[in-house]
């Protein structure tokens, strides 16, 4: 797995993305500490730190676009497949290199909390909490990019598919004011999850009937809640929403307010991702 890491790692150096991404991020934090902390002589960093995630939607695309689907195009995948690596190491090399040249961007950026502390007081804790989000962030972002790597064999419908379904993350919480919330079509965005879940379960388990038997028994427990009262589903959409919007779990990190299950709830996303990942290839292998 590291020597996976480690070659995909130099090769983002060996060509422009790597320097490009670091020059970008830094570009941008800076300019975000000079209008924050030094015009305003403001000293929380925080506020930096949630003001240029937005570098991820347009970052994440490039760092993860070549990881599968070059491989594909110039069809060396198959000298993957039949190396002595699993595919779990496989996947888990690539997708550690590129949320490594993440992490290197962001430790460079630690000398901005720096300067304030040097000149005036840092909240820590808030800065710390804001870093532990801005991290999870990325390794969320990276797991999704990784992902939609595998599902094409062209580096540039991967960086734009990538940059969309990032951008619905970003504004997944603006579709609670799009979105009917009235009892009835709660109901029906719960069956939509249902057979969700049911899908999941079934493309991770290739068993029809583990996938179908979890999709109908949330789906018949749906029904008899919605039949007993369904007052209970009244503004449900919103809730759900809410509830998986990682947008407003990693927001949470921003505001100083450090939870443990924000935490599991960033690291199970990402995890979901890279499985999704590894099952896909698994599938790619043996055909």
């Known amino acids: 797995m590291m020597t996976i890491a480690k070659k995909e790692l130099r090769g983002y150096f060996n060509s422009m993305i790597g320097f490009v991404f670091l020059v970008i991020m830094l570009g941008i934090t800076g300019i975000s500490f000079a209008l924050f902390n030094v015009a305003q002589q403001y000293g929380s960093f925080q506020q930096v730190l949630?003001?240029?995630?937005?570098?991820?939607l347009f970052l994440t695309p490039i760092t993860t676009m070549r990881l599968f689907a070059e491989e594909a195009r110039q069809k060396t995948d198959q000298m993957l497949f039949t190396s002595p690596l699993s595919i779990v190491q496989i996947v888990?090399?690539?997708y550690f290199a590129a949320l490594g040249l993440i992490l290197i961007g962001t430790a460079v950026t630690i000398m901005f909390p720096l300067m304030i502390a040097r000149y005036g007081t840092m909240p820590t804790g808030q800065i710390?909490?804001?870093?532990?989000?801005?991290?999870?962030?990325?390794?969320?972002?990276?797991?999704?990019?990784?992902?939609?790597?595998?599902?094409?064999?062209?580096?540039?419908?991967?960086?734009?598919?990538?940059?969309?379904?990032?951008?619905?993350?970003?504004?997944?919480?603006?579709?609670?004011?799009?979105?009917?919330?009235?009892?009835?079509?709660?109901?029906?965005?719960i069956i939509a999850v249902a057979l969700a879940i049911g899908w999941i379960i079934y493309n991770g388990t290739k068993n029809v009937f583990a996938?179908?038997?979890?999709?109908?028994?949330?789906?018949?427990?749906?029904?008899?809640?919605y039949l007993a009262n369904n007052l209970l589903f009244d503004g449900l959409t919103t809730k759900v929403i809410q509830w998986f919007s990682i947008m407003t779990r990693n927001g949470n990190f921003f505001a100083g307010v450090f939870k443990i299950s924000d935490?599991?709830?960033?690291?199970?996303?990402?995890?979901?991702?890279?499985?999704?990942?590894?099952?896909?290839?698994?599938?790619?292998?043996?055909?």
């Open 92 to 94: 888990l090399g690539k």
């Open 211 to 225: 996938g179908a038997g979890v999709a109908a028994v949330c789906i018949i427990a749906a029904l008899v809640c």
């Open 128 to 189: 710390v909490s804001g870093y532990i989000g801005y991290i999870l962030l990325a390794a969320c972002y990276t797991a999704i990019g990784t992902f939609i790597s595998t599902l094409t064999d062209n580096q540039i419908i991967s960086a734009i598919i990538t940059f969309v379904v990032l951008f619905v993350l970003m504004i997944f919480d603006s579709l609670t004011q799009v979105i009917p919330t009235t009892a009835t079509a709660s109901f029906i965005f």
């Open 263 to 287: 935490v599991v709830y960033h690291i199970t996303f990402a995890a979901l991702f890279v499985y999704l990942t590894v099952n896909g290839l698994q599938k790619r292998r043996w055909k």
């Open 50 to 56: 949630s003001s240029t995630t937005i570098v991820y």
